[in-house]
Every structure is written in C-alpha cells, then in structure tokens.
C-alpha cells in the first residue's frame, strides 16, 4: 500500500483528500490511499511518521506551513527561498546511510521539503500577464503571500504588501491610497477573507477605482467568484479565482511524490 495525506489543524473540509481520492479511483491506482490527518501540535509529526510506515507524501497546510520546515532533512531551493512547505515527500532511508549522515533516527526516512503553491500560482497567472502588469498589490502577509511574492519577484513584477499589520515594508489598508491603485493593475488577494460561508466579505480596498486593465487574482476558491472578484468585475476587471492554482498545486505535489 502507498499512502499520502494532509496534515493541518483543523481539516474540516480537505480539498486534498477529496481530489487525491477521486484521482486514485478515476486513475486505477489500486492500494493507494489518502488521508486526512488533523495535527493540532508538529511536535506529533514524527510519530505520525512511525505510526503510519506506508506514508510516501503529505501535503502541508494551515498553520504548519513554516514550523514544519524544522523537522526536515532537506529543503528544496524554492521552499527555501519562500521559506514555506507544502509539499513532503517521505523517502525511506537505508539504516546505514542515515548512520552515515550522522542522523541515526529511529524513523529511517529522510523527510524532503517543497512548496507547490507557487508552482500552481506562476503556471496559472502566467497566460494572464500584460505588459501593462508590471506593478502588484499582494493582499495579506501569511504563508500562500510567500509563494506569491516569491512568484512576483521571479517574473520582474514589482510588489508591496498589504497587511493588517503595518510593520516592516507593509502598507495599512488605509495606506493603499487612490493613486496606487490607479497604478497597480495587479492585485492579489491571498487572505482567507470572503471564504464561505462568509461570502459577503471582501477586503478593504477602492473598488471604485478598478478598471478594465486591473487584473484581480483571489487565492480563494470557495466560492467560485468571491465578493471581491465580482466587485472588480462590476468595474470592469480581469478577474481569476484560487482552483486552477489549487489543481496546479495537487498535480505538482503528486509528481514530486512518485519523481
Ligand atoms: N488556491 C490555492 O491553491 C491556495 C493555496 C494556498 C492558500 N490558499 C488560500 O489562501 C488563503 C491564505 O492562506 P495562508 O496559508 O497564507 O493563510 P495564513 O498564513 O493564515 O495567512 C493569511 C493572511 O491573511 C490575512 N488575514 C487573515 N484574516 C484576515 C482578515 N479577517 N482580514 C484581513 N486579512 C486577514 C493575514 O495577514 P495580515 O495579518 O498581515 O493582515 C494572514 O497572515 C487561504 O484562504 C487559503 O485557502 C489557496
């Protein structure tokens, strides 16, 4: 048996356990399996481990994102760079190599870190660019911002940061003044804000501003069109939800997984 899951705190509703499963059952992969694992403390992480020895992969999701990074044996340059893991792949490691390496864990695995997020970000935003692009608002400053800055800057596309929290280079909500967002045709929302089932939220920006060479990008995808994405198609802007990106992500993690 393979087995791969989710660990985060809670999972109510795993998007990656109903696609993992439906892929196996929809690919014929007979005796694989996907779980679900609520993990409210990481410090549990190597015993979830050694209790399930099948274990290949895991995704990685909220609030865990950053503190797994410490239990890891090896970080991918991207990860490192977005300093963010969603992605784990297990590989089972001979006793007398992780003697060698001076890791003589009782768990024998070597635990390898990704991030598929934004991977899933730059191959679903990429067809959407403009010349006109060149400057981002990114909405948020928690992990999924990472992956997106991470993106932005590897395409040449300026951006600052918005945040409850005006510290460091971050900007208030009350910051964003009328001119940047007449400036600034790209802005991403990469908070949880408009997630159902509170669909009538949407982040504290000018709307009124928008135009038609304003492209809007919601990390979120449930539901499909979020307040804030039909505020700015009201005012004529491009608009794109979380799902592509969040397809991306699953298919990346899976081809890590079995690479
Ligand atoms: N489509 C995909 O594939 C995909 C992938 C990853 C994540 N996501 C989605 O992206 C969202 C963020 O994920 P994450 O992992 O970055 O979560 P996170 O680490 O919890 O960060 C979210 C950030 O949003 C801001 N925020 C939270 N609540 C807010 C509120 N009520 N009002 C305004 N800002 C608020 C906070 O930034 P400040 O405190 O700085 O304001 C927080 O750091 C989630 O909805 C997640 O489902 C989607």
């Known amino acids: 048996m393979k087995k791969f899951g989710l660990i985060g705190y809670p999972l109510t509703h ?21 779980e679900a694992f609520p993990l ?28 797994v990074l410490y239990y890891l044996d090896k970080l991918d340059p991207a990860a490192k760079a977005i300093d963010a893991v969603n992605c784990i792949k297990i590989v089972n490691q001979h006793p007398v190599e992780a003697f060698f390496s001076g890791e003589l864990s009782s768990l024998q695995v070597r635990l390898e870190g990704y991030n598929t997020d934004a991977y899933g970000f730059e191959t679903s935003l990429k067809p959407l660019l403009k010349k006109h692009h ?39 909500y009350q910051q964003v003044t009328d001119e940047l967002i007449r400036e600034t045709f790209l802005i991403i929302n990469t908070t949880p804000v408009g997630t159902y089932p509170n669909v009538e939220a949407s982040p504290d920006i000018p709307y009124e501003l928008l135009t038609s060479r304003h492209l809007l990008y919601d990390l979120v995808y449930n539901p499909t069109e979020t307040e804030f994405l039909r505020r700015g198609r009201e005012h004529g802007a ?9 397809h991306l992500q699953a298919e990346k993690s899976w081809d890590i997984w079995n690479q």
Do not use: W
Not at 142 to 151: D, K, L, N, S
């Open 134 to 172: 060149s400057k981002a608002l990114i909405l948020g400053a928690g992990g999924a911002a990472r992956a997106v800055a991470y993106v932005l800057n590897k395409l040449g596309i300026a951006y600052k940061h918005v945040s409850r929290r005006a510290i460091k280079k971050q900007l208030s």
């Open 238 to 246: 491009s608009i794109k939800n979380g799902l592509e990106m969040l």
């Open 40 to 67: 409210q403390n990481l410090s549990d992480l190597p015993e979830l481990i050694k209790a399930n020895p099948d274990l290949c992969g895991l995704n990685v999701t909220v609030p865990h994102k950053i503190g």
């Open 14 to 34: 795993s998007f990656s356990e109903k696609y993992f499963k439906e892929k196996f059952e929809r690919e014929g992969y007979e005796d694989y399996v996907y």
